[in-house]
């Protein structure tokens, strides 16, 4: 059996910047598995430019900005394969893949990165009623057949959910051509960011009705029209306020789920919350050796954010395949949510394991105006920011210095709250 | 001309033709839709009844018992996935004891073998997460779980390599008699045969009626499904059934013969024969109705609702053979449930008719034996890497929701009555079936069905007909190539 010091499971954002991380840290031994025929991952069919301002300071398209990291990564000759699909991880970290070339292989890894991504909520798990015509797909489906096959699913389209990837979608269908009548979005408030709602909404016309959802799908073979209804506060539609819209696609935008399965046969924790693996603050799994980060351990909106966590996962993967553990007194501090934060990664800290800072990375449930992100050690409270918005749609994070925690030695508990 | 003409290739119509083609005749199966298994047979609950519901004396009681004796041995043969998990009929109320030791009886009297009757305590034994209100169950070891596609489109390829042609997206027009010869009208042809058999699901009565005084009328009866994601395989381990009540049929929770959890279905008449739009309230009553079964259903796991039609005639049973006013002519009409249990039975019932009527001979070279797509995850790693060394497309993962190789989508498409659309591929490979819902691998499948049909992207369909998919190049699509 072949023996690597790390396998990163996934060439996307997240394992480029991992792989770059761990060789600079002094990993010579890594390889990185790709399913897809090139590096990059997802954001290969993110044509679309806003990427990197805070990485690079300037606005890239998705490829581009792989690119960068895909230059890295042969600068640096790591070694990848592509189509190849790992098909199991085991607790003691035997990677099994396969490709035509290579068949059905293992490879005995000190560290595995789990950098799988995530996926799109189905219209299935929706269960919206009506017909299962042609013509429904996913966002990131449509997308990757309008930038990478160069085909259009339709010429009238409805949205529905106002996650980023249908927002982009909106506008590039539109620029394609097509008519998107509107984005409905079942919650109160949207999913996207800000920014992809002015830019790709608001420049165009195009409709948002928030407090809508589909009640109705017409169509046997292809999609014709979908009805849309407003919704209760119980996410219940309300009779009476249907609206009929012709239409020759259905593109949702639902909610993206970490694609974990790979995690979940070898052992490895969820979050209820997340969907992704429960980490320490060296984005440790609680399987050794096994680390995660970008969207297959909590679902981010901007990539910037997805290679700073995952070169945090490449760094502390190569230190653990090294064998190099920083003395460890056994301290560990959980970290908790309150008042609207859903959820935190990580969400327990060994300040023995904590370099100059502490990055949390954090979502709220609901929309805030003019309030207070508060940080408390046990009862006390030691930072209480004031946000003019909070939105689900974009993650936040506070950072900790290592100074703070080695102060308190016998610190329990740090809990992330909202505070009017 | 043909010596037969089955109308309709649902799981009835395919087993009818394996059957009859075991006898020297020229057979032509017609199907309105794109492939085999695109209506009833498609849409329902995937089950082996034992065979206790139906009523003593009725066709759908001896059918049901002979079609479930029969199951193991055809699936053998066939290479169909079938588990005979064992059913268990739950009552939630003391005073309904009584009902379930008249099922049990009915049961006895229909000839279903090992039927018990098992306290809660036994219950809880082998299904953990049983209602809180379930007090007792019927256990019938002999009931199962089958692929409904696989059984059917098992059927159609075994009766395709002996000899039967079929021919999809035709649509039956009419259907009359002239001096003894039947003819079948279609939008663009006029076929002639000495024998139609119908096996048309919820249209059987439109052509019943078109040749019989006799009339039939058969109502769709919808039912609504959810299907849950493989993860939560093992909630339950039997198909669970709710005892009949005043307030009605109640729902099944079953695993599938895949592993994923299936919960339904409702029953509402309608009167459109190709309504399987799901409902809100059928949705949200199945979802209701099971936690009388089982308790804390892990509904976020649901990838995907579906509604089927029972073909329910008024009688209330199947109607099978020759109307007394239209020899030559054999309904296999009415054929809800059990009607995927009966249909090999049904199959051999039938196919003995017409042989013994126009003294059909054996074929000598009767292919008896079916082989399914292969299933690499069956082999050993050894095994898997000779195959992948021999036939490289065996080692591209497709579907990675439920690890479908390019392999097995290209056999899906090369077999006798292959696929030529995305559930064409989906029903025979479960490429698509997934948690993603088709989400990362139709583009892929779409491409693959490009390529082997020898056809445009925009021609590439979901089901047939009009469910093409792509319509047009983007701007600068040509360019892109």
Known sequence: MNKVDIVIVGGGPAGLAAAVAAYDDGAKSILILERDEQLGGILNQCIHNGFGLHTFKEELTGPEYADRFIRQVSERKIPFLLNTMVMEISPDRVVTAMNREDGMFQIKAKAVILAMGCRERPRGALNIPGYRPAGIFSAGTAQRLVNIEGYMPGKEVVILGSGDIGLIMARRMTLEGAKVKLVAELMPYSGGLKRNIVQCLDDFDIPLRLSHTVVDIEGKEHITAVTIAEVGADCKPIKGTEERYTCDTLLLSCGLIPENELSTAAGVALSPVTGGPVVNESLETNIEGVFACGNVLHVHDLVDFVSEEAAKAGVTASRFARGERSADSGREIAVKTEGGVRYTVPVTVRPDHVEENLTIRFRVGDVYKDSYVSVYFDDTRVRHQKKRILAPGEMEQVVILKKQLDEIPDLKTITVKIEP | ???????????????????????????????????????????????????????????????????????????????????????????????????????????????????????????????????????????????????????????????????????????????????????????????????????????????????????????????????????????????????????????????????????????????????????????????????????????????????????????????????????????????????????????????????????????????????????????????RNELIKREPAYGTIICRCESVTEGEILDAIRRPVGARSLDGVKRRTRAGMGRCQAGFCSPKVMEILRRELDIDLTQVTKSGGKSTIVNARTKDGDSNE
């Open chain 2, 1 to 383: 001309m043909y010596d037969i003409i089955i109308l309709g290739a649902g799981v009835i119509g395919c087993a009818v033709a394996r059957e009859l083609s075991k006898y020297n005749a020229k057979i032509l199966v017609l199907e309105k839709n794109e492939d085999v298994c695109s209506g009833t047979s498609k849409a329902n609950s995937g089950i082996v009844h034992s065979g206790y519901d139906a009523h003593n004396g009725t066709l759908k009681a001896r059918f049901n018992i002979e079609g479930n004796r029969m199951m193991g041995d055809v699936c053998n043969e066939l290479d169909v996935p079938f588990d005979r998990i064992g059913s268990l009929t739950v009552c939630t109320d003391e005073k309904n004891i009584s009902d379930l030791e008249a099922l049990k009886e009915r049961g006895e009297k229909n000839g279903v073998e090992g039927l018990t009757i098992l306290s809660r305590e036994d219950l809880l034994k082998v299904e953990p997460h049983i209602g809180d209100e379930v007090v007792a169950a019927l256990y019938a070891p002999t009931a199962g779980v089958i692929c409904p596609f696989k059984l059917t489109i098992a059927f159609a390829e075994n009766a395709a390599v002996n000899g039967t042609e079929f021919r999809f997206d035709t649509e039956v027009k009419k259907v009359y008699c002239d001096n003894g010869i039947w003819h079948v009208v279609t939008d663009d042809e006029e076929y002639t045969a000495a024998v139609v058999v119908n096996a048309a699901g919820v249209y059987a009565d439109v052509f019943h009626n078109m040749v019989s005084e006799k009339k039939l009328r058969i109502t769709p009866r919808r039912g609504d499904y959810i299907l849950l994601d493989r993860a939560v395989g093992g909630f339950v381990n039997h198909t669970i059934f709710q005892l009949p009540t005043k307030l009605g049929k109640g729902v099944l929770v079953t695993p599938t013969v895949h592993g994923n959890t299936i919960v339904g279905p409702t029953a509402v008449d309608m009167d459109d024969k190709e309504c399987t739009a799901t409902s809100a309230g059928g949705i949200d009553s199945v979802i209701e109705k099971s936690a009388l079964s089982v308790k804390n259903l892990p509904i976020r796991q649901v990838i995907t609702s579906f509604a089927g039609l029972r073909a329910h005639e008024d009688g209330g049973d199947f109607i099978l053979g020759e109307p007394d006013d239209a020899p030559g002519f054999f309904d296999c009409a009415g054929i809800e449930s059990p009607g995927l249990t009966a249909s090999p039975a049904i199959g051999v019932y039938i196919a003995d008719l017409i042989q013994k009527k126009y003294s059909l001979s054996e074929k000598a070279d009767f292919i008896a034996q079916r082989k399914d797509i292969l299933n690499p995850s069956t082999l050993s790693l050894e095994e």
